[in-house]
């Protein structure tokens, strides 16, 4: 099979399990209910991020922070992802796509944010799709 066929069929059997885990932090001008509702709208773009690295790496798990800052015009002026173990390209593909956010306005000045979240490979036979479950269904 090609890496391309292998890949698909990994993504037939398996998704990402990609959540935002404890509360986000900010320190500046911008209100945690906006940067929460801009970042959530991206959670489709972070978890192709992670099914990318997933279907080369099925076993990889792991937990990670994103910090950024948000200047006055909305744009993201810097944007880190921590640890540095993660894999380069999910690092780079979360830093671009971060990178790319647009945060409301902000008069007084910038905003420092950190974004905690965690990862893993989770089986289709095996959803949970409960309300309120731990984990997010692709299909929701």
Do not use: H, N
């Not at 500046?28 to 997933?54: D, K, M, S, W």
């Not at 990670?64 to 200047?71: D, E, N, P, R």
């Not at 944007?79 to 380069?88: F, G, K, M, S, Y």
């Not at 007084?108 to 799709?129: C, E, I, N, W, Y």
């Amino acid at each position: 099979r090609s890496r391309r066929q292998r890949q698909m069929c990994i993504r037939d059997r398996f998704y990402a399990a990609f959540r935002f885990s404890t509360p986000l932090t900010t320190e500046g001008p911008l209100e945690q209910t906006a940067v929460r509702r801009v970042i959530r709208a991206r959670t489709v773009a972070y978890r192709r991020c992670v099914e990318y690295v997933l279907a080369r790496d099925p076993s990889l798990t792991g937990a990670a922070t994103i910090s950024l800052t948000v200047g006055g015009d909305g744009r993201v002026e810097a944007a880190t992802i921590a640890p540095d173990t993660l894999p380069e390209a999910l690092s780079s593909c979360m830093t671009k796509t971060t990178m790319r956010l647009r945060f409301p306005l902000s008069d007084a000045g910038s905003t420092d944010v950190r974004v905690p979240f965690v990862f893993r490979m989770q089986t289709r036979r095996k959803l949970d799709t409960a309300p309120g479950s731990r984990w997010e269904s692709p299909l929701r």
